[in-house]
């Protein structure tokens, strides 16, 4: 069910446990909010630093 699913997204997070609406409403406040007015066509990654762990593992199996 949707609980399994995540949980199983929360394992896989560096913080090791799973979202919850507060982690994104913060992102979204700012970007909704004058302080962000000025960002325009940018994807922004919400993930606990997963993308970074991942790019992070790319470079290092790279340098092998």
């Known amino acids: 069910g949707v609980r399994g699913a995540s949980d199983a997204i929360g394992s896989r997070s560096a913080l090791k446990r799973a979202p919850t609406p507060f982690d994104v409403a913060g992102t979204v406040?700012?970007?909704?909010?004058?302080?962000?007015?000025?960002?325009s066509g940018q994807t922004i990654v919400i993930d606990a630093g997963s993308k970074a762990d991942a790019d992070i593992a790319k470079l290092t199996t790279a340098r092998r």
């Open 29 to 39: 406040l700012f970007l909704a909010s004058e302080a962000g007015s000025y960002v």
